[in-house]
């Protein structure tokens, strides 16, 4: 089971579902109040996709986004960020690597993705 992890800064409505329906079929996600933890499906490649959105990640701007499933559409998070980052033109951040749910972040750096470009960064 692969999982991808993204944080998206000052998400609006409907911009996942809009992101995703170009990456993954059979999307059945209700985005349209994202002020909730929000649910979802999807099938990427035949194989199952749970997507699961959770708001005030790192503070009240941030919405993380999980994507679970034996296939995904993205390699890795960074990927996945770069492919949200290029639709949704909001900043875009991840862990620099494998990080697991527990661990420490390497050098307590983040992946920031915005109109800056692609940069190393302390989360603050």
């Known amino acids: ?16 579902s809009q992101w995703l329906e170009a990456n993954v079929d059979n999307l059945a996600l209700d985005d349209t109040d994202v002020s909730s933890v929000i649910k979802g499906t999807a099938s990427y490649e035949g194989a199952s996709v749970r997507i699961t959105l959770y708001p005030g990640a790192f503070g009240k701007r941030f919405t993380s986004l999980v ?4 296939e995904l559409p993205w390699g890795t998070d960074l990927d996945c960020a770069r492919s949200a980052w290029r639709a949704m033109d ?16 390497e050098d307590e750096k983040w992946w920031r993705l915005d109109s800056r470009g692609e940069q190393k960064v302390v989360w603050n």
Do not use: F, H, N
């Open 90 to 105: 909001t900043e875009i951040r991840c862990s620099p690597g494998d990080w697991q749910e527990g661990q420490p972040v």
């Open 1 to 16: 089971m692969q999982d991808l992890e993204i944080y998206i800064r000052d998400l609006a409505p409907k911009q996942v």
């Open 67 to 70: 994507l679970e499933g034996e």
